[in-house]
């Protein structure tokens, strides 16, 4: 049985006008699924995931550092279409997670919920909510969240994507936040010679090794500030000074 308060979020999602829809819809969602934030994620080539938009700076650091570390509850949605609920990040097993385990400690968000969105097959992306404090979502949290997932879903495959205006974490609501990633995944790939999911690898691996996020790393290697290297017994990068 959906809340009333879902109901509502589910009425903003049908309104044509875009004017702070989905600043309406992220306030709306996570006060309905009792969360401190909101983030919708697609599904691209590869292990990939682009974030569509995010509610908060907070969730916005968490979706940026599983994107770098290339593992944790929302990567395993994706990819499986299962749904992964973490009550309490301080408790993650070393095993399921091992960088993500590690970095928990230091991180506000303490409880994420990733919910997959999709049909049969066809996965789509996840819906994540954020909670600073540790604790299960209650059963009626849990339905409301499944049915904002599905009614995602079919935005996206109805429209291509959900209206993205409002709080957005990239400079221009309409761009995909990771394209930059794609880029620089290909730039290494050629200039290493290596597969794309290799390339891929050695952007993750400096940009954890650095503290820096994977966004930020490729934005410095497609704007050629920097190049990684490979000289046969590890990858280095070098600073361009294009002065």
């Not at 929302?74 to 993500?100: K, N, S």
């Not at 429209?159 to 205006?165: F, L, N, T, V, Y």
């Not at 280095?236 to 002065?243: H, I, K, L, Q």
């Given at each position: 049985?959906?809340?009333?308060?879902?109901?509502?979020?589910?009425?903003?999602?049908?309104?044509d006008?875009?004017?702070?829809?989905?600043?309406?819809?992220?306030?709306?969602?996570?006060?309905?699924?009792?969360?401190?934030?909101?983030?919708?994620?697609?599904?691209?080539?590869?292990?990939?995931?682009?974030?569509?938009?995010?509610?908060?700076?907070?969730?916005r650091?968490?979706?940026?550092l599983?994107?770098?570390?290339?593992?944790?509850?929302?990567?395993?949605?994706?990819?499986?279409?299962?749904?992964?609920?973490?009550?309490?990040?301080?408790?993650?097993?070393?095993?399921?997670?091992?960088?993500?385990?590690?970095?928990?400690?230091?991180?506000?968000?303490?409880?994420?919920?990733?919910?997959p969105?999709?049909?049969?097959?066809?996965?789509?992306?996840?819906?994540?909510?954020?909670?600073?404090?540790?604790?299960?979502?209650?059963?009626?949290?849990?339905?409301?969240?499944?049915?904002?997932?599905?009614?995602?879903?079919?935005?996206?495959?109805?429209?291509?994507?959900?209206?993205?205006?409002?709080?957005?974490?990239?400079?221009?609501?309409?761009?995909?936040?990771?394209?930059?990633?794609?880029?620089?995944?290909?730039?290494?790939?050629?200039?290493?010679?290596?597969?794309?999911p290799?390339?891929?690898?050695?952007?993750?691996?400096?940009?954890?090794?650095?503290?820096?996020?994977?966004?930020?790393?490729?934005?410095?290697?497609?704007?050629?500030?920097?190049?990684?290297?490979?000289?046969?017994?590890?990858t280095?990068?070098?600073?361009?000074?294009?002065?």
């Open positions: 049985m959906i809340s009333d308060r879902m109901a509502g979020v589910l009425r903003l999602l049908q309104v006008d875009r004017s702070g829809q989905v600043a309406d819809v992220t306030a709306g969602g996570a006060e309905a699924l009792g969360v401190d934030g909101l983030a919708v994620s697609l599904v691209t080539e590869g292990d990939l995931t682009e974030l569509l938009w995010c509610s908060d700076a907070t969730t650091r968490f979706e940026d599983q994107l770098t570390l290339g593992e944790g509850p929302g990567p395993d949605a994706a990819r499986t279409g299962a749904m992964v609920w973490v009550p309490d990040l301080a408790g993650v097993r070393l095993a399921r997670w091992p960088a993500l385990a590690m970095e928990a400690p230091g991180l506000s968000a303490r409880a994420v919920f990733c919910f969105m999709g049909i049969g097959a066809i996965r789509v992306g996840v819906l994540t909510a954020m909670r600073r404090t540790p604790g299960p979502l209650t059963a009626q949290q849990a339905d409301d969240a499944l049915i904002l997932a599905d009614a995602l879903t079919a935005r996206c495959l109805g429209s291509g994507e959900p209206r993205i205006d409002g709080p957005s974490p990239a400079d221009s609501p309409h761009t995909l936040q990771h394209a930059v990633i794609h880029q620089a995944t290909g730039m290494v790939s050629v200039q290493l010679s290596l597969p794309l290799q390339a891929l690898l050695r952007l993750r691996v400096h940009a954890y090794s650095s503290g820096r996020s994977l966004t930020d790393i490729s934005q410095d290697v497609v704007d050629r500030r920097l190049r990684l290297e490979d000289h046969g017994n590890g280095s990068a070098t600073v361009v000074d294009n002065d």
